[in-house]
Nanobody, 115 residues
């Protein structure tokens, strides 16, 4: 079971990025999916989570969406700020519900927001 994030990089404040999370070895559509981030010197925090029955979730400037045909989940990030600089992780739950937590984690992708 593997999750691989991609799409991180350097972006200017106010810009947008879309991160991808591709799964192999299991079918993402059966699982809750969460996106998390960890900024330098800070603890990891949850951005948002969608259950297996959710197609997408909008939380402020961030939107999680699924493409079940590609077995991939996305995190669209808009109006980025320097404080959004962090390593971003996707994770899959052991069930279809976010309440039961995450069991499988990707290695993360770095997003740097800077002029």
């Amino acid at each position: 079971l593997q999750l691989v994030e991609s799409g991180g990089g350097l972006v200017q404040p106010g810009g947008s990025l879309r991160l991808s999370c591709a799964a192999s070895g299991f079918t993402l559509s059966y699982h809750a999916i969460g996106w998390f981030r960890q900024a330098p010197g800070k603890e990891r925090e949850e951005i948002s989570c969608i259950s297996s029955s959710d197609g997408n979730s909008v939380k402020g400037r961030f939107t999680i969406s699924r493409d079940n045909a590609k077995n991939t989940v996305y995190l669209q990030m808009n109006s980025l700020k320097p404080e959004d600089t962090a390593v971003y992780y996707c994770a899959a739950g052991g069930s279809g519900l976010c309440a039961f937590g995450m069991e499988h984690w990707g290695k993360g992708t770095l997003v740097t927001v800077s002029p």
